[in-house]
Nanobody
Framework: QVQFVESGGGLVQPGGSLRLSCAVS????????MGWYRQAPGKQRELVAVITSVGSTPYVDSVKGRFTISRENAKNTVHLQMNSLEPEDTAVYYC?????????WGQGTAVTVSS
C-alpha cells in the first residue's frame, strides 16, 4: 500500500506561480521514478515531468523552461515548481510514483490559471 499527500494546487492568475508537493508513504522500498501528470477537461492525461532515481528529468515540451521538478529522496517527496503559468496549464495534476513494476497514483490536485 502506498499513500499520497498532495498539496499546493489552487487558483492563480496568468503569469503567476505555484508549487505542488507530493509526499509518499507506506510500503516504500525504492522509488524508481516520481513524477507529475495532468489532465485538462476533455483531454487525456499527459506527462508533465518525471524525475528518475538517477536524476533524469524529462519534461513535456509545453512546460520546458517554466516548470522545475525536484525530489527529496529522504522524505519520499516530489515537488513541481510552476512559474509563468498560462491558462493552458489549467488541469488536475496527479502525482505518480513507480516502484519496481508497479505504478501508483495520487488523488490529484486542481490547478486553475485564470484572471
Amino acid at each position: 500500500q502506498v499513500q499520497f499527500v498532495e498539496s499546493g494546487g489552487g487558483l492563480v492568475q496568468p503569469g503567476g506561480s505555484l508549487r505542488l508537493s507530493c509526499a509518499v508513504s507506506g510500503t516504500i522500498f525504492s522509488l524508481n521514478a516520481m513524477g507529475w501528470y495532468r489532465q485538462a477537461p476533455g483531454k487525456q492525461r499527459e506527462l508533465v515531468a518525471v524525475i528518475t532515481s538517477v536524476g533524469s528529468t524529462p519534461y513535456v515540451d509545453s512546460v520546458k523552461g517554466r516548470f522545475t521538478i525536484s525530489r527529496e529522496n529522504a522524505k519520499n517527496t516530489v515537488h513541481l515548481q510552476m512559474n509563468s503559468l498560462e491558462p493552458e496549464d489549467t488541469a488536475v495534476y496527479y502525482c505518480n510514483v513507480v516502484q519496481g513494476s508497479h505504478s501508483y497514483w495520487g488523488q490529484g490536485t486542481a490547478v486553475t490559471v485564470s484572471s
